[in-house]
């Protein structure tokens, strides 16, 4: 959905396929987007279901292909590459720019920095089921693929698209299938993804989104044509730093209406309905005030729940605690939609396991 959205915002009419079944649903579309869910798993299992999902396309010659990775290349990225290159055909090369300059992710001497950090300072270090202990791209990738990884440093990248399309038809023509670029700024993905399609060689993105959108940018006719919008609708139950400094940025520029959940209480089985109903009768006695309405469970660090403590006095393992959360933000923006009917014009959720559930709770098929 990150690329997606990027996608979106560039004109193009993109969809979120949920269910396979429903993959004829999207002929219209001009990118489709599935998740393959493979970030915690044995890489074995991960190289399935990339393979999997390649798959489900029979006219693969006429597509163009990204395989997306996390902007801070946890999981199995090695093994999701080898997966894509091969499904797709021995003539396929993989270009990797993982930088993301939005988002404060530069690639400058085949160090990924996040927000000028080295990525192995950072907290993706101690992330718990992928941490992440190099800072060399090249090495990340390379630690879990069978293939030899080449790089095209930031300083052939500055000099601009010829100079890098050289480099990567150099590079394709000694065999190499991986190809790691460095990239600061959105003017050097936008000359990366100039070279390679300028190259004609057959390749798959492999980046955070920023790279795939440069690539559709020259592949692809744009709607220019914006949607109006009317209130937008938002579930959060992401409780990283980042998200409460977003939702901080949000209350200073957009001035919405933000009502945090008493998260503990929907663990608590005799207090979950009142808090859940609590939370819909706030927005609905105030969204006239406001276009953008947001319902969180975390506005300082103070509000994350430990789990550890929660463990013994509700018997509940972690795992069980968040889907007791997710599950109760869903029903909050369910009901309000329930409510409000037209007035809200999109939904937008965070983490994953929000949006998840929150599709389950409307029977979404796919997402536009």
Do not use: H, W
């Given at each position: 959905?990150?690329?997606?959205?990027?996608?979106?915002?560039?004109?193009?009419?993109?969809?979120?396929?949920?269910?396979?079944?429903?993959?004829?649903?999207?002929?219209?579309?001009?990118?489709?987007?599935?998740?393959?869910?493979?970030?915690?798993?044995?890489?074995?299992?991960?190289?399935?279901?990339?393979?999997?999902?390649?798959?489900?396309?029979?006219?693969?010659?006429?597509?163009?292909?990204?395989?997306?990775?996390?902007?801070?290349?946890?999981?199995?990225?090695?093994?999701?590459?080898?997966?894509?290159?091969?499904?797709?055909?021995?003539?396929?090369?993989?270009?990797?720019?993982?930088?993301?300059?939005?988002?404060?992710?530069?690639?400058?001497?085949?160090?990924?920095?996040?927000?000028?950090?080295?990525?192995?300072?950072?907290?993706?270090?101690?992330?718990?089921?992928?941490?992440?202990?190099?800072?060399?791209?090249?090495?990340?990738?390379?630690?879990?693929?069978?293939?030899?990884?080449?790089?095209?440093?930031?300083?052939?990248?500055?000099?601009?698209?010829?100079?890098?399309?050289?480099?990567?038809?150099?590079?394709?023509?000694n065999n190499s299938k991986i190809i790691v670029i460095d990239a600061c700024t959105i003017t050097d993905i936008n000359e990366i993804a100039k070279a390679c399609t300028e190259s004609k060689l057959k390749f798959v993105a492999i980046d955070p989104g920023p790279f795939t959108a440069a690539v559709a940018n020259i592949l692809s006719q744009k709607n220019e044509k914006l949607k109006t919008r009317e209130k937008v609708l938002c579930g959060i139950g992401s409780a990283s730093n980042l998200t409460?400094?977003?939702?901080?940025?949000?209350?200073?520029?957009?001035?919405?209406?933000?009502?945090?959940?008493?998260?503990?209480?929907?663990?608590?089985?005799?207090?979950?309905?009142?808090?859940?109903?609590?939370?819909?009768?706030?927005?609905?006695?105030?969204?006239?005030?406001?276009?953008?309405?947001?319902?969180?469970?975390?506005?300082?660090?103070?509000?994350?729940?430990?789990?550890?403590?929660?463990?013994?006095?509700?018997?509940?393992?972690?795992?069980?605690?968040?889907?007791?959360?997710?599950?109760?933000?869903?029903?909050?923006?369910?009901?309000?939609?329930?409510?409000?009917?037209?007035?809200?014009?999109?939904?937008?959720?965070?983490?994953?396991?929000?949006?998840?559930?929150?599709?389950?709770?409307?029977?979404?098929?796919?997402?536009?």
């Amino acid at each position: 959905n990150d690329t997606g959205a990027i996608l979106a915002q560039n004109g193009l009419k993109v969809g979120t396929l949920l269910k396979t079944s429903c993959l004829k649903d999207f002929k219209d579309f001009d990118v489709i987007c599935l998740t393959t869910n493979s970030r915690g798993i044995l890489p074995s299992a991960a190289y399935e279901k990339v393979k999997n999902a390649v798959n489900l396309f029979t006219n693969k010659d006429d597509l163009f292909f990204s395989k997306r990775v996390d902007s801070t290349l946890r999981g199995n990225v090695g093994a999701e590459i080898d997966s894509i290159i091969e499904t797709l055909g021995n003539d396929t090369i993989a270009i990797v720019v993982a930088s993301f300059p939005s988002s404060g992710r530069v690639s400058i001497g085949d160090i990924l920095l996040v927000n000028g950090v080295p990525l192995e300072k950072t907290e993706v270090a101690k992330d718990p089921t992928s941490p992440v202990s190099i800072s060399r791209v090249t090495k990340i990738v390379e630690k879990q693929s069978k293939y030899n990884v080449e790089y095209i440093s930031l300083d052939k990248v500055l000099k601009g698209s010829d100079v890098i399309k050289d480099e990567i038809l150099e590079k394709a023509n000694n065999n190499s299938k991986i190809i790691v670029i460095d990239a600061c700024t959105i003017t050097d993905i936008n000359e990366i993804a100039k070279a390679c399609t300028e190259s004609k060689l057959k390749f798959v993105a492999i980046d955070p989104g920023p790279f795939t959108a440069a690539v559709a940018n020259i592949l692809s006719q744009k709607n220019e044509k914006l949607k109006t919008r009317e209130k937008v609708l938002c579930g959060i139950g992401s409780a990283s730093n980042l998200t409460r400094e977003q939702i901080n940025f949000l209350r200073v520029k957009y001035n919405p209406l933000i009502v945090k959940t008493n998260t503990i209480d929907f663990l608590n089985e005799d207090k979950k309905d009142k808090e859940i109903n609590r939370v819909i009768n706030e927005i609905i006695d105030k969204e006239n005030n406001y276009n953008l309405l947001v319902v969180t469970t975390t506005i300082g660090e103070s509000d994350v729940l430990d789990f550890s403590e929660i463990r013994d006095t509700y018997s509940l393992t972690k795992k069980e605690c968040a889907n007791l959360i997710t599950d109760a933000i869903a029903i909050i923006l369910y009901e309000v939609i329930n409510k409000l009917g037209s007035k809200i014009g999109g939904v937008y959720t965070s983490g994953g396991d929000v949006t998840e559930d929150f599709c389950a709770k409307i029977e979404a098929d796919e997402i536009e």
